[in-house]
């Protein structure tokens, strides 16, 4: 069974930081574009951060130079490191897998908030 488990997130203050992890199973991490994306009310969902399995790496503009992902083959694991925090990057943080040549998750973790607030 596919399953993707998150870990981490919680209330941090302006400037603070938070590292989100998501652990892979089910053979869905080898070979897939992981993704980091986030959701506000109201809002679609968002691609923050990507990372391929060759390590290339996306960043939407509003967290470049912020935020860094990574990932950990040998503990089928993929990491969010999310430094100088703002209000703004308060979300429901999601992490994704995108099958090869695919361009959407096929399986999603459970989510976490994120709050960022003084």
């Known amino acids: 069974q596919v399953q993707l488990v998150q870990s981490g997130g919680g209330l941090v203050q302006p400037g603070g930081s938070l590292r989100l992890s998501c652990a892979a199973s089910?053979?869905?991490?080898?070979?897939?574009?992981m993704g980091w994306y986030r959701q506000v009310p109201g809002k679609q969902r968002e691609l923050v951060a990507s990372?391929?399995?060759?390590?290339?790496?996306n960043y939407v503009d509003s967290v470049r130079g912020r935020f860094t992902i990574s990932r950990d083959n040998a503990r089928i694991t993929v990491y969010l490191q999310m430094n100088s925090l703002k209000p703004e990057d308060t979300a429901v943080y999601y992490c994704?897998?995108?099958?090869?040549?695919?361009?959407?998750?096929?399986?999603w973790g459970q989510g976490t908030q994120v709050t960022v607030s003084s």
């Open positions: 089910g053979g869905i991490f080898f070979g897939y574009t």
């Open positions: 994704g897998a995108i099958p090869f040549r695919g361009d959407v998750p096929t399986a």
């Open positions: 990372i391929t399995s060759r390590d290339d790496i």
